[in-house]
């Protein structure tokens, strides 16, 4: 069964750094490109990163991008996503998920859900 | 950027019903590179449509998607009480990713 645990989350004062990490299970990381998405408190769904299977290439919001780091530990099974220059506009539940491709091979889209860890950012 | 647009914002429905549930583009989304996802509150998103039209892995039937280019759309066909939750479309074809705003459909 996949299953992914999101941790790390907490109150951070603006300016400040979290690193939120993903420990996946059930699949193998290394083959998988994997993504975090974000929901602020009752919106939508907002995408803040991705990495590629590869772990060749890295692609951000630009909300995000200069500030925020995507990255994995495959030997761990775990993804991380470190945030730097924290703003109270990061406040936030961050999801991450595996990319999954159609049988087609089109571009991968999220699959399986972690349940999230919440960031809050304020003085 | 493409900037997804879903209407209505809110519907509110009686088990049984049939809804539409609609998903508009700025612009052609790459290769059908459109996906449908369900939250219910306090959960993650769970992915219902891929490819506009592909269901996942364990989804019933009674839901199916549609369309290509600009406009997509998600039907149910006949709604379960477990089927009232917000609904998300997701266009992955063309970075940055996109998400739009939600519909929610709600009981009457």
């Known amino acids: 069964e996949v299953q992914l645990l999101e941790s790390g989350g907490g109150l951070v004062q603006p300016g400040g750094s979290l690193r939120l990490s993903c420990a996946a299970s059930g699949f193998t990381l290394r083959s998988y490109a994997m993504t975090w998405v974000r929901q602020a408190p009752g919106k939508g769904l907002e995408w803040v990163s991705s990495?590629?299977?590869?772990?060749?290439?890295?692609y951000y919001a630009d909300s995000v991008r200069g500030r925020f780091t995507i990255s994995t530990d495959d030997s761990k099974n775990t993804l991380f996503l470190q945030m730097n220059i924290l703003r109270v506009d990061d406040t936030a539940m961050y999801y991450c998920?595996?990319?999954?491709?159609?049988?087609?091979?089109?571009?991968?889209?999220?699959?399986?859900w972690g349940q999230g860890a919440l960031v809050t950012v304020s003085s | 950027e493409i900037v997804l647009t879903q209407s209505p914002g809110t519907l509110s429905l009686s088990p049984g019903e049939r809804v539409t549930l609609s998903c508009r583009a700025s612009q052609s989304v790459y290769s059908t590179s459109l996906a449908w996802y369900q939250q219910k509150p306090g959960q993650a998103p769970r992915l219902l449509i891929y490819g506009a039209s592909s269901r996942a892995t364990g989804i019933p039937d009674r839901f199916s998607g549609s369309g290509s280019g600009t406009d997509f759309t998600l039907t149910i066909s006949r709604l379960e009480p477990e089927d009232f939750a917000v609904y998300y479309c997701?266009?992955?074809?063309?970075?940055?990713?996109?998400f739009g705003g939600g519909t929610k459909v709600e009981i009457k």
């Open positions: 998920a595996n990319m999954l491709t159609s049988p087609a091979g089109t571009k991968p889209f999220p699959g399986y």
């Open positions: 990495i590629s299977a590869s772990r060749t290439a890295t």
């Open positions: 997701h266009q992955y074809g063309e970075s940055p990713l996109s």
